[in-house]
């Protein structure tokens, strides 16, 4: 039984896997380590996952679903949705409760059930490469992601077959996979330019605790735009040479596209790429019309720079909600493919006043980071002792360190230096070293975004604010607003605005059989428990008859345990059916 | 009142076995007489670095992470602890709530800690902190001619325009006399409209 890390990417997927002190880029039977995170559903009622369904992107677009980690965990009304509405060719139809629905070949799946399509893959490679079970995952999503994304990434894993051991957050495994977080205080900027989403991400490093100060993101920005802007200029080459427009069939399109994309990875260690394209169209007389395509590198950072640009605007804004200064950040870590062009590290170094780190592979470092914390998480270590407690009210004060010190018998091994054992990973390229299980730090993670109850008015009160430590819990009293009350809900958000319906709403409690009373007269506890693993249970109190009824908070669009299990064996029937096999 | 905390008391007295020489129960018993200075070990007169320091060893210590392989009564027992130092964390490194804290710890009559009543986040519950009621305004209508009046102040108040829900809730008033709902409605929005606005 082993445990992974994956890094559940809008465009590609990476799982890893660390053991006594190393960790490995778990890679498919050919040998790739990027799984596209495409699904697709052929006619034969066969599902394909990766590169195969990528493939059929062109020629059967209507049943072939990308980037589903736009749309997770938002509701029907969202503007994501509608936007994927116009943009995705696939079908989507409002579902239970607000949660919207892919429908493809007359089948209905949740977003989450497209996400464990990919899951699955990813566990069957897994243990492919290990040649063992793989039970349980750390999952990662983007800073940004509120309660609800969080929650229905966690199900996608339970419906493959996996216990989430943690759902973290992105730049968070990055900065893990590099070992930081060891010395005393280190401020770490986290630049994630990948395929199709831009994101920077400001962490405040002290010890063991990991603060996110600030995050910011561009959805629609990424590699890919790059990759059209080199396919447009390839058509027009080719207009010029042909007198016929590739734009004009998208399947040619397409073909230009995944050359742009090969022109844009041989530029970045080139000076120079040349590309050859046969039969790109068919001229008159059905003659086969080929072109030869030269780019140089400053002709690609031409095409670049504005969006480039773009990504600095956006780290600019991180900055500001951080109120800092882009010099304060003691390490860059670069992540995303499109950070491997030689003009995004030098305006990146330009704009923070020193070189980003780069030495774990930016397509895998969150994955390896992920990985490092699925170890940290299940891997024995000394078992750690408390310290006799404090006497109440006593003046002389210990420190806890010092009181701790003659107490604990088997120090905790801290990390080596984690250069050198970086540089030696270099020599050996899927293997990398980890600081061992008991010297990884802790993560005292935190809320993302403000946890508000709606009040009267239409207006909010903060019960958990932005950025608390979790685990943590708080309370919070609230009265009846009518007479004779005997039914309270209370409404739950999250987001940072003052009027309630401008947050993200995540569910509601209900609590009956009130005394019936004046308006004002009884007194609600609401109380707020979110667990280590970011998960928000809430209980409302009825303090007047000092009943310690609770409720829990259902949250919007989310499966329930129940319909987790109908949706695996679902997909169990489903498979038997189609007796697909797992790929080893 | 507390309930975590009283649940994790309950739960401190149903230990296991091992209770007398596991300190982490000794610690949950007296958490709530603990100051947040004597729960992080620090002097009165910390600096926020100090806080963050003493913090951050306590996180190391009583981090649920940092105790996987321990018993489930165990784990719940730090967890409680744990939640304690967050919330100690986020007192004494805010200026506005640590010198609430530090007047309500020198108001102590006799000098014992009160963790008990005092609750960094709350304030007394105001006509602002209630709770939507089951009903909309437009369902405790009895008058037909207040109906549309109350209809449209809920939409208002759902927007959060204010002045003009105060309008409708007048006119909803004068229509409906004696509606103990829209009155307490009309009472809330003239209190919010009278507090300095919200961000």
């Not at chain 1, 490995?24 to 990027?34: E, I, K, Y």
């Not at chain 1, 994304?149 to 989430?164: E, I, N, P, S, Y």
């Not at chain 1, 210990?398 to 801290?414: G, S």
């Not at chain 1, 739950?492 to 003052?498: L, R």
């Amino acid at each position: 039984m082993a445990v992974v890390g994956i890094d559940l990417g809008t465009t590609n997927t990476v799982v890893a896997h660390a053991r006594a002190g190393n960790v490995r880029v778990l890679a498919d039977g050919d040998g790739r380590r990027l799984l596209p995170s495409v699904v697709s559903f052929p006619p034969n009622g066969e599902v394909l996952v990766g590169q195969r369904a990528k493939e059929r992107r062109i020629v059967d677009a209507k049943n072939t679903v990308a980037s589903v980690k736009r749309l997770i965990g938002r509701s029907w009304d969202s503007d994501e949705i509608k936007r994927a509405k116009n943009r995705y060719a696939f079908e989507l139809k409002e579902g239970p409760s607000h949660g919207p629905l892919i429908v493809v070949r007359g089948h209905e799946h949740t977003l989450s059930e497209i996400s464990a399509f990919v899951l699955e893959r990813a566990r069957a490679i897994a243990e492919g490469r290990l040649g063992e079970s793989v039970d349980r995952a750390v999952i990662t999503v983007p800073a940004h992601f509120n309660e609800l994304q969080r929650a229905a990434t966690k199900v996608a894993g339970r419906v493959a077959g996996l216990d989430v051991l943690r759902i973290i957050n992105e730049p968070t495994a990055a900065a893990l996979a590099y070992g930081l977080g060891r010395t005393e205080h280190e401020r770490v900027a986290v630049y994630d330019f990948g395929g199709g989403t831009f994101d920077c991400t400001l962490l405040q490093l002290s010890g063991s605790v990991f603060e996110v100060l600030a995050t910011a993101g561009d959805s629609f920005l990424g590699g890919d735009d790059l990759d059209t802007a080199i396919a447009e200029r390839i058509a027009e080459a080719f207009l010029r040479a042909h007198r016929t427009d590739p734009r004009a069939d998208p399947q040619a399109f397409e073909q230009l596209l995944v050359g742009a994309e090969r022109v844009k990875v041989e530029l970045s260690a080139a000076d120079h790429a040349q590309l050859s394209l046969q039969d790109v169209a068919f001229g008159l007389g059905g003659a086969h019309l080929d072109l030869t395509f030269a780019m140089t590198r400053s002709e690609l950072d031409a095409l670049a720079a504005p969006l480039i640009e773009r990504t600095f605007a956006v780290c600019q804004e991180a900055l500001s909600i951080a109120g800092l200064p882009g010099s304060a950040f003691d390490k860059v870590i670069l992540v995303g493919g499109s950070t491997r062009i030689p003009l995004v590290r030098r305006r990146v170094e330009q704009f923070f006043g020193r070189p980003p780190l780069d030495r774990v592979n930016p397509d895998e470092v969150v994955a390896v980071g992920a990985a490092i914390q699925a170890a940290a998480l299940t891997e024995a270590r000394p078992r750690r002792d408390i310290p006799p407690a404090p006497i109440p009210g006593a003046r002389n004060i210990q420190r806890m360190a010092d009181a701790a010190e003659d107490f604990i018998e088997d120090e905790v091994t801290l990390s080596t230096d984690m250069t050198a054992l970086l540089a030696e990973r270099e020599k050996r390229s899927s293997v990398r070293p980890m600081p061992a299980a008991d010297g990884a730090p802790i993560l005292v993670d935190v809320t993302p975004r403000a946890l508000v109850v709606e009040t009267v008015g239409g207006w909010r009160d903060v019960v958990v604010q932005r950025n608390a430590k979790i685990p943590c819990e708080r309370t919070r009293a609230f009265t009846t607003s009518t007479d004779g009350q005997t039914v309270v809900r209370v409404r739950v958000a999250q987001g940072e605005e003052a009027t309630f319906d401008k947050n993200t709403f995540l569910g509601e409690v209900e609590l009956s059989g009130i005394r019936p009373a004046r308006r004002g007269e009884v007194t609600i506890q609401v109380r707020f428990e979110v667990d280590e693993s970011g998960t928000l249970q809430v209980f409302a109190t009825d303090l007047s008859t000092g009943r310690e009824a609770y409720a829990m908070l259902q949250l919007v669009g989310i499966a329930g345990a129940e319909s987790v299990a109908a949706m695996r064996a679902r997909r169990e029937a489903h498979q038997q059916q189609q007796g697909i096999r797992r790929a080893t | 009142m507390w309930l975590g905390v009283l649940s994790a008391a309950r739960l401190g007295k149903e230990r296991p076995m091992t209770a007398k020489e596991e300190p982490i129960f000794a610690w949950l018993q007296v958490l709530d007489e603990l100051t947040y200075y004597e729960l992080f070990g620090i002097a009165s007169e910390a600096n926020t670095d100090e806080v963050r320091e003493a913090f951050h060893e306590f996180c190391d210590m009583f981090h649920p992470d940092r105790h996987v392989a321990r018993h489930f009564e165990e784990r719940q027992a730090l967890s409680a602890i744990f939640k304690r130092g967050t919330e100690a964390y986020l007192v004494l490194t805010d200026a506005g709530l640590r010198g609430h804290y530090d007047t309500q710890l020198s108001v102590r009559p006799d000098g014992l800690p009160q963790r008990m009543s005092f609750s960094p986040l709350s304030r007394p519950p105001s006509l602002s902190s209630r709770l939507p009621g089951p009903v909309s305004l437009e369902d405790s209508v009895r008058s037909p001619s207040a109906r549309p009046f109350a209809r449209r102040a809920d939409e208002l108040l759902r927007g959060g325009d204010l002045q003009h829900a105060k309008l409708q809730l007048v006119m909803a008033n004068h229509r409906d006399p004696g509606n103990a709902t829209l009155e307490g409605a009309l009472r809330d929005v003239e209190t919010q409209l009278a507090l300095p606005r919200r961000r």
